[in-house]
């Protein structure tokens, strides 16, 4: 409470000290605030819903100096539990900014899309931005059309096993782990000690095991021949054309493309409404809006990147492009 309370009084001077203009400073969480339904384009009743995921994927609540706010898997869930009661929404156009996060995660995710889709009958629509690489393009496999942008990095279809290691600095201070175990392998993958040959096999083999689900995944809702899967079995990171050769995505566009393709597959006219939902609402909102909760509650411009930072911190497998981490 203390914290919340400099932390609120951090921000009243900022405002009061300068003579810029301030983005938009929100003092409180805005988590409690219901989403509402606003209109971004056209209008009739028929409806586009925009939604955005953008970041690492993870089931942590996002932590900011002014508190906390919902993990992303709470939000995107929120997001489609308030769709899912409006039989007028015929498409789900999700933004996709994201270079992956956790196994867990980013399959909870591809659930909850695949799900709504089976019950509420809407077309999805992925536009990918930036970065839709690896559980970035794994949450997207339910999509009736995945639309990259002309720039859009993806790819990177596999597994990651991440893990800290102190055994570097424990020698040079001198200090040392005692451990009693139950069996062999109970403390396997300990930041304390060197893996053994052994361990670094089973590690492996449970790396390949969730790598074969993923591709597996791919290969079903992709249709994909051996020779592609072959391609994309290396995990590396394509660009929108290579992507679009090897299956991986239908059409390269703009946000724009992405909107009338909606309308085209739902066969919805020229003037359906483009909507999203939002906590409160923002001024000159668009369609570019990134963010479900779009609030600037950090003075730090290092906080995104040490948020991102601090959601692959502990040790798990991630389906994740590690490069783009921090970006």
Sequence with gaps: MKFRIIAT??????????????????????????LEEY??????????????IDGIISGRARRSLL??????????????QRAQGDENIKVLLIKVNSPGGTVTASDIL???IKTYKERSGAKIVIAMMSLATSGGYYISLPADVIMA????????????????NFTGLMDKVGVSV???????NKDMGSPYRPATDEENALFQDLTDDMARRFIGLVTQHRNLNKDQVQQIA??????????????????????DDAVNKAKEIAGLNKEARVVAYRRYEPQDDTIYNPAIQTTNDTPSALAPMLSQLAAVSEAGFYYIWPAAIGQ
């Design 110 to 112: 591809y659930h909850e």
């Design 39 to 52: 209109t971004l384009a056209g209008k009739g009743k028929e409806k586009i819903l925009v939604m955005s």
């Design 178 to 184: 005692g451990v009693n175990t139950s069996g062999p």
């Design 234 to 255: 290396t995990a590396r990171v394509l660009l929108a054309d290579e992507a679009k050769d090897l299956g991986l995505v239908d059409s390269i566009g703009y946000l």
């Design 67 to 80: 508190g906390s706010r919902p993990s992303m898997i709470q939000q995107v869930a929120a997001y489609l």
């Design 9 to 34: 009084l951090f921000s009243l001077i900022l405002l009061t000290t300068t003579g810029c203009s301030l983005p938009k400073v929100t003092l409180f969480s805005e988590s409690d605030q219901p």
């Design 149 to 164: 942008h002309p720039t859009t990095v993806t790819g990177s279809v596999g597994v990651i096993y991440l893990r800290p």
